[in-house]
């Protein structure tokens, strides 16, 4: 099973994997599209040049779905990872099997965190400003955010606070004053699980967050249930802004400045046309219409705008619970393996999406440990952490 | 949404999709938009500002200084056809 394209030996001890959304000059970048194949940046990303400098080596490349916004990465354009019938991360592989300590991955639609609660990792998406962009694919701007997996809370902090900090190459990145706010942790004392994010989760999933919740309690952690029925309304609004800002951002992907070129072309629209008919696959190509559908002129303001101003409802409502709650607890996903068969629904990730899209919309951090997924306060994440350090301490 | 407004969507996306992915295409509109109806349109938003950033964004300005980040070589060695530094451009007048 191959899991990530290798670079030659390294002899690195701090070994990682980067997926296929970050830009690499030694490797080919192509966003799990046959748009990108073969596509090799000019640059490389700032995360990448950080994290070398500070003396982690990259090995390869784990590979993505169609610029990741599927589920766990089965619109890939060199085929779904499957084993036994069940659809794998090619990240999530890459660290389990202890070939990299560590991933640099791009969270835009929620896969990355999906396959880590799959996988019993642990993966941290910093607040949205904290950790540069410049660099990565860009696909649904305002919530994708560089994230890091690893097997352990400690190895995830210790790479994140690597590549973390302000970038001057990246427009959206937070001044250091503001970045300074992660290392003021306070600890995390009360979580609200919020019962209205668990609907739809199988027994499994279900019980492994009822596992971590008693095991916040037995650490000291008050764990109240808490009844929202705002928070579940993100991913219905992340969809339409998610599919709207990746509807203009791959309009670039025209087969011919790079990227892949139709061979059959009559005249200067065929060739836009029937590059992007052949390279794009049925997910995005509807992401792509339906995000366009969004921003028209008959439904902008009935849509795209309704969906900024709901975001706002709910970046207001994380923050009346952040009020009595230092943290929140929901599932990151509805089952703990994906059979083949959900791909029967090609769109199945625009539902799956209910448990990542409140963190994604609001750019709130968000840690996955153990199954379940912990979102705090913004620059939250090394509080979050700590916890889950403490969690897996206790559990040695 | 209609086949109309889908061909509409199609062509100025410079997408050309099979009848399948039309009826597929179609069907996902339908779930969408029943969504939102129940979602997103019981949220009264009349007094709520619009949020396109989650976080403030600052602009950055760079000192005004002329360089030479790529050679010539390097910004074409993605491009599917070059020729003497040149970029081939396929030939598209009738």
């Given at each position: 099973m191959k899991?990530?394209?290798?670079k030659?030996e390294?002899?690195?001890?701090?070994?990682?994997?980067?997926?296929?959304?970050?830009l690499?000059?030694?490797?080919?970048?192509?966003?799990?599209s046959?748009m990108?194949?073969?596509y090799?940046?000019?640059?490389e990303a700032?995360?990448?040049?950080?994290?070398?400098?500070?003396?982690?080596g990259v090995?390869?490349?784990?590979?993505?779905?169609?610029?990741?916004?599927d589920?766990?990465?089965?619109?890939a354009?060199?085929?779904?990872l499957?084993?036994?019938?069940?659809?794998k991360?090619a990240?999530?592989?890459?660290?389990?099997s202890?070939?990299?300590?560590?991933?640099?991955?791009?969270?835009?639609?929620?896969s990355?965190?999906?396959?880590v609660?799959?996988?019993?990792?642990v993966?941290?998406?910093?607040?949205?400003?904290?950790?540069?962009?410049?660099?990565?694919?860009?696909?649904?701007?305002?919530?994708?955010?560089?994230?890091v997996?690893a097997?352990?809370?400690?190895a995830?902090?210790?790479?994140?606070?690597v590549?973390?900090?302000?970038?001057?190459k990246?427009?959206t990145?937070?001044?250091?004053t503001e970045?300074?706010k992660?290392?003021?942790t306070k600890?995390?004392?009360?979580?609200a699980?919020?019962?209205d994010?668990?609907?739809?989760?199988?027994e499994e999933?279900?019980a492994?967050?009822d596992?971590?919740?008693k095991?916040?309690?037995?650490?000291g952690?008050?764990?109240?249930?808490?009844?929202?029925?705002?928070?579940?309304?993100?991913?219905?609004?992340?969809n339409i802004?998610m599919?709207?800002?990746?509807?203009?951002n791959?309009s670039?992907?025209?087969?011919?400045?790079?990227g892949?070129?139709a061979q059959n072309?009559?005249?200067?629209d065929e060739?836009y046309?029937n590059?992007r008919?052949?390279?794009?696959g049925e997910?995005?190509?509807?992401?792509?219409?339906f995000?366009?559908?969004?921003?028209?002129?008959?439904?902008?303001?009935?849509?795209?705008?309704?969906?900024?101003?709901?975001r706002?409802v709910?970046?207001?409502e994380?923050a009346?619970?952040?009020a009595?709650?230092?943290a929140v607890?929901?599932?990151?996903?509805?089952?703990?393996?994906?059979?083949?068969?959900?791909?029967?629904d090609?769109?199945?990730?625009?539902?799956?999406?209910f448990?990542?899209?409140p963190?994604?919309i609001?750019g709130?951090?968000?840690?996955?440990?153990?199954?379940?997924?912990?979102i705090?306060?913004?620059?939250?994440?090394?509080?979050l952490?700590?916890?889950v350090?403490?969690?897996?301490?206790?559990?040695? | 949404?209609?086949?109309?407004?889908?061909?509409r969507l199609?062509?100025?996306?410079?997408?050309?999709?099979?009848?399948?992915?039309?009826?597929e295409?179609?069907a996902?509109?339908?779930e969408?938009?029943?969504?939102?109806?129940?979602?997103?349109?019981?949220?009264?938003?009349?007094?709520?500002?619009?949020?396109v950033?989650?976080?403030?964004?600052?602009?950055v300005?760079?000192?005004?200084?002329?360089?030479?980040?790529?050679?010539?070589?390097?910004?074409?060695a993605?491009?599917p056809?070059?020729?003497?530094?040149?970029?081939?451009?396929?030939?598209v007048?009738?």
């Amino acid at each position: 099973m191959k899991i990530y394209n290798a670079k030659k030996e390294i002899t690195c001890d701090r070994k990682i994997v980067v997926d296929d959304m970050i830009l690499t000059t030694d490797m080919p970048t192509t966003a799990g599209s046959k748009m990108l194949d073969g596509y090799v940046s000019l640059f490389e990303a700032e995360v990448l040049t950080r994290a070398g400098n500070a003396g982690y080596g990259v090995i390869g490349k784990t590979s993505v779905g169609e610029f990741a916004i599927d589920l766990v990465g089965e619109t890939a354009q060199d085929g779904a990872l499957i084993e036994d019938g069940i659809l794998k991360s090619a990240t999530a592989e890459a660290i389990k099997s202890g070939d990299a300590i560590c991933a640099i991955t791009l969270d835009v639609n929620g896969s990355v965190r999906r396959s880590v609660a799959q996988n019993s990792l642990v993966s941290v998406k910093p607040t949205y400003g904290t950790v540069s962009r410049y660099g990565t694919i860009p696909v649904a701007c305002s919530g994708e955010t560089v994230s890091v997996v690893a097997k352990t809370a400690t190895a995830c902090r210790e790479l994140l606070d690597v590549i973390a900090g302000h970038d001057d190459k990246d427009g959206t990145s937070l001044p250091e004053t503001e970045i300074a706010k992660v290392s003021e942790t306070k600890p995390v004392r009360r979580i609200a699980l919020l019962t209205d994010m668990t609907k739809g989760v199988d027994e499994e999933t279900s019980a492994r967050l009822d596992a971590f919740s008693k095991k916040l309690t037995a650490l000291g952690v008050e764990v109240v249930s808490v009844e929202n029925s705002i928070i579940p309304v993100s991913r219905v609004a992340w969809n339409i802004l998610m599919s709207a800002e990746l509807c203009n951002n791959v309009s670039r992907y025209d087969g011919v400045k790079y990227g892949y070129r139709a061979q059959n072309f009559t005249n200067i629209d065929e060739l836009y046309t029937n590059s992007r008919t052949e390279a794009f696959g049925e997910l995005l190509k509807t992401a792509i219409i339906f995000g366009s559908e969004t921003l028209s002129t008959e439904n902008y303001m009935k849509v795209y705008d309704k969906a900024l101003r709901v975001r706002r409802v709910i970046v207001e409502e994380f923050a009346r619970l952040f009020a009595d709650y230092d943290a929140v607890l929901t599932p990151a996903c509805s089952m703990m393996a994906y059979p083949e068969s959900v791909r029967a629904d090609k769109y199945i990730s625009y539902k799956e999406n209910f448990y990542t899209a409140p963190a994604s919309i609001t750019g709130l951090p968000a840690v996955v440990a153990e199954g379940a997924q912990l979102i705090g306060k913004a620059f939250s994440e090394n509080a979050l952490l700590d916890l889950v350090a403490l969690c897996e301490k206790e559990g040695k | 949404m209609d086949r109309d407004t889908l061909r509409r969507l199609g062509m100025l996306n410079q997408l050309s999709l099979t009848d399948v992915q039309k009826e597929e295409i179609i069907a996902f509109f339908d779930e969408r938009e029943s969504e939102a109806k129940a979602e997103l349109d019981v949220i009264d938003t009349s007094d709520v500002e619009r949020m396109v950033h989650v976080m403030p964004v600052f602009t950055v300005v760079r000192e005004d200084v002329a360089s030479q980040p790529f050679t010539r070589e390097a910004l074409q060695a993605g491009a599917p056809e070059t020729d003497e530094g040149y970029w081939c451009v396929p030939r598209v007048l009738e």
